[in-house]
């Protein structure tokens, strides 16, 4: 087992835990790596760590550490987000699957517990195969997955329920491993890199398209420069 840090994009994040003051729990991927054949394929072991911000004046402590909240899975080692669940309290932790699959599991941050609310297929198989980036927009409605190898998955997200539905595609030829996605502020469009091209999608859209909005001109700046 490899415990290394980091597993990939989007491999860590924090939440608070509202029903206890100043502690936070890490949710964070270690990862696993194994062979067939002669590929070498990585996922993500979900583990939590918990912090509380009272201890040391200030300076914090960690109280609980690497513990493993979803067992035998193979999930994408980053690809790792959350948004609030609709009564505004709990959180959604939503995580791909690996191995080119089609499958989202669903966690619930409940009174400073994770509970594991299953799986869902949803759309085309053979997706989830590359780590990416994740997100939802900012009223947590609509969700994408993202990588230049996997191309953009976009779906509606019901906020009571945890449930995906509505799901959209939009292919990408991979120009390079750098690469990311986001939501505007507004929740329509989302912003893909892919190597030195910027596009956006738009997707209130009947077919997903992208506008290219930028291309890198080759110029590079010096350390330290804006």
Do not use: C
Not at 188 to 205: H, I, K
């Amino acid at each position: 087992e490899n415990d290394g840090y980091t597993a990939g994009y989007q491999s860590s994040m924090i939440l608070p835990l509202d029903t206890i003051d100043k502690e936070f729990m890490i949710l964070h991927h270690t990862k696993e790596i194994y062979a067939d054949n002669d590929t070498i394929y990585f996922y993500g072991i979900p583990r939590y760590s918990i912090v509380d911000m009272h201890a040391n004046d200030g300076r914090g402590k960690v109280t609980i550490k690497n513990q493993i909240y979803l067992e035998d899975t193979t999930l994408l080692s980053g690809s790792l987000t959350a948004v609030r669940h609709a009564n505004n309290l709990d959180w959604w932790v939503l995580i791909p699957d690996n191995n080119g699959t089609n499958n989202y599991y669903k966690v619930l941050l409940h009174d400073g517990q994770l509970i594991p609310k299953g799986n869902q297929e949803i759309g085309k198989i053979g997706l989830l195969k590359s780590n990416g980036h994740s997100g939802f927009n900012l009223d947590g409605t609509k969700y994408f997955s993202y990588s230049a190898f996997n191309g953009l998955s976009l779906m509606d997200f019901d906020r009571e329920s945890g449930n995906l539905s509505n799901f959209r595609h939009f292919p990408t030829t991979h120009e390079s491993i750098f690469n990311g996605a986001q939501f505007s502020p507004n929740g329509r469009f989302v912003y893909l890199s892919n190597g030195p091209t910027l596009v956006q999608v738009d997707t209130e859209a009947d077919e997903l398209v992208a506008d290219t909005i930028a291309i890198w001109d080759g110029k590079t700046a010096t350390w330290g420069q804006p």
